[in-house]
């Protein structure tokens, strides 16, 4: 069978729904994949290329697996970074989904994909190969635990380099209150920082520049295209995007963000959103920093954490997801505002030969 398979370029979008059933099929519960967010996913990020969703078709047309490669194709400008160093940034490339529906499975049909994966990154100079973390709008930041057993078959095709974890985490938000009576440190820490000029507001359109200003100075790279991609995108909701700023008289300073994110904007929302399945009690909370200069004991960072939560818990969430973190930063910082363990994640990676 795997030999009267054709491997080829998907058809987007006429065979999109085909992919996301293939997904769900494939795929523990949790995954359940939508057409509209596998649509997000893909089209509207600039780093896709087509050539890059690659199905294999038994000879009747039916969908028996795929594979999404993807590789970097904005300029390093639109990152806040140098031009001069994006062939270092372009060698790199990811497979961000790739699966093979039950009835297909053992029969070659993942190994023919992942070879037509690494002839796409062969075409367009990529030498560096990861498994989850690809680049633009990532969907998993490696082999999700409860299917560690695909990292085998990965390292048979000769992924067994670069061995890094993430996590994703959750939080319960259900009982945030706006004002935290109950915790009497974060409540003081949020009085005396409002006294001194500090506020967390709703991102609008006149603070374009001056958060694009910051976001290139504190933060270049993808977390700057990130806040980008919100501030422009049409349907995206200004209050999702939440500013830390400080008063000086008529005037404001951006000194901090957090990008977050309901189902009304899952297309440009943490990818781990994913794995709400639709339902509006969940939200997401992706890259949230404030400036280098003000982070330590005045518990800035913690007053921005709260106000993200309490927005987002007004439109209705009670269950907030964060991808692709780090144990550190939830001992440090998360752990401390009620989030917990979610999801390991184990990436691997391959560096192509030379041609």
Not at 4 to 28: H, N
Not at 172 to 195: F, Q, V
Request: glycine share 10%; hydrophobic share 40%.
């Amino acid at each position: 069978m795997n030999d009267e398979m054709t491997i080829r370029p998907a058809r987007l979008p006429s065979e999109l729904c085909a992919i996301a059933a293939a997904w769900t099929e494939s795929m523990p519960a949790s995954f359940e994949m939508s057409a509209a967010r596998l649509d997000g996913y893909l089209t509207r990020d600039p780093n896709f290329d087509p050539d890059g969703c690659i199905g294999a078709f038994t000879p009747g047309g039916e969908l028996a697996g795929f594979v999404i490669a993807k590789r970097w194709r904005i300029p390093n400008h639109d990152m806040a970074q140098d031009d001069a160093t994006q062939w270092v940034r372009d060698g790199t490339g990811g497979i961000g989904m790739i699966c093979v529906r039950p009835p297909f499975q053992r029969k070659g049909i993942g190994k023919r994909l992942v070879t037509a994966a690494e002839a796409f990154f062969k075409k367009n100079d990529v030498r560096v190969i990861s498994i989850g973390r690809e680049p633009g709008r990532h969907l998993l930041p490696g082999v999700p635990q409860p299917l560690e057993d695909t990292l085998e078959f990965f390292d048979k095709l000769g992924y067994s380099s670069g061995f890094t974890t993430a996590i994703d985490i959750k939080g319960n938000i259900s009982g945030i209150e706006a004002i935290p009576d109950t915790n009497t440190k974060l409540r003081d820490k949020i009085a005396t920082n409002r006294a001194n000029g500090y506020d967390v507001i709703s991102y609008d359109p006149s603070m374009r520049d001056s958060l694009l200003d910051f976001m290139r100075v504190t933060f270049p790279g993808k977390w700057y295209w990130t806040v980008l991609s919100h501030v422009d995108a049409p349907d995206a909701p200004r209050d999702e995007l939440q500013v830390l700023v400080r008063k000086h008289g008529n005037k404001r300073q951006v000194l901090g963000f957090a990008h977050t994110s309901t189902q009304a904007a899952i297309g440009l929302g943490p990818a781990t959103l994913v794995q709400s399945r639709g339902s509006t009690e969940f939200g997401g909370l992706g890259p949230i920093g404030i400036a280098n200069d003000i982070r330590g004991s005045q518990g800035l960072g913690a007053m921005l954490l709260h106000h993200a939560l309490v927005n987002l818990h007004r439109k209705g969430v009670n269950v907030v997801l964060i991808d692709w973190t780090s144990q550190g930063l939830l001992d440090r910082y998360y752990g401390l505002a009620g989030f917990t363990l979610y999801m390991t994640y184990i990436s691997v990676k391959k560096e192509l030969p030379e041609a």
